[in-house]
């Protein structure tokens, strides 16, 4: 079976420092990534999307970054924290075909200070 | 204008109570896809359904129904006999062509015993 898993589960990080979340899918192959962050506990906002490696879509100019080094590996990062970027990140993953379901990993607090 | 839209910003209902989430969308296209997660506490969005556009037959899942109506273009969540555990936010999605997955802004579910 799939499974998804990111990490860390919970960060906090000073203003001005570098993140970097990580997230990996097994038990597929090809898969079409996503990552969405939550703020105030409520909506979701889709980030970035993937359709496979090296291929990354931007929804939302901001001062993150994602890249994906390999075919279930999945990394969002930031050069330089601001405190907006405070938020619950959530990485999902689908089968590449159209119409599947979305599938959420655990989630990833992060706190900027 | 948001494709999903779930106006319930919060509800409280007391255990045993029936209990309806409102879900409306926006979409021009004819083929499309419909679901709903659930976010308890931990913070883990988990797959509740998904309904293609096509298919508009009401589904029933123990206390869980979903009733489809493409001439309202709504797609409403029912839980019959609510209980404590069903206490989370709950997310209507819209999926469109190329795996564009859109997301109501959520509603939180308080059960009281």
């Known amino acids: 079976s799939q499974t998804i898993h990111q990490w860390p589960a919970t960060l906090v990080q000073p203003v001005g420092s570098p993140l970097s979340l990580e997230c990996t899918v097994e038990g597929t192959s090809n898969p079409n990534l996503y990552w969405y962050r939550q703020a105030a506990g409520r909506g979701l906002q889709l980030l970035f999307y993937s359709v496979g490696i090296g291929q990354i879509s931007s929804e939302v100019p901001q001062n993150l970054s994602a890249s994906r080094p390999q075919d279930r590996q999945f990394i969002l990062s930031s050069k330089k924290l601001l405190l907006s970027d405070s938020g619950f990140y959530l990485c999902?993953?689908?089968?590449?075909?159209?119409?599947?379901?979305?599938?959420f990993g655990e989630g990833s607090w992060l706190t900027v200070v | 204008a948001q494709k999903v839209t779930q106006a319930q910003t919060e509800i409280s209902v007391v255990e045993k109570e029936d209990v309806t989430l409102d879900c409306v969308y926006e979409t021009r296209d004819t083929t499309y896809y419909l679901f709903w997660y659930k976010q308890p506490p931990s913070g883990e969005l988990v797959f509740l359904i998904r309904?293609?556009?096509?298919?508009?037959q009401n589904e029933i899942s123990g206390r869980y129904s979903w009733n489809f109506q493409k001439s309202t273009s709504s797609f409403n969540f029912t839980i019959t006999a609510s209980q404590v555990v069903d206490s989370a936010v709950y997310f209507c999605a819209l999926l469109e062509p190329f795996n564009k997955f859109y997301f109501g802004s959520g509603t939180k579910l308080n059960v009281k015993p």
């Open positions: 309904r293609n556009s096509f298919d508009e």
């Open positions: 999902a993953w689908s089968v590449s075909l159209a119409g599947n379901t979305i599938y």
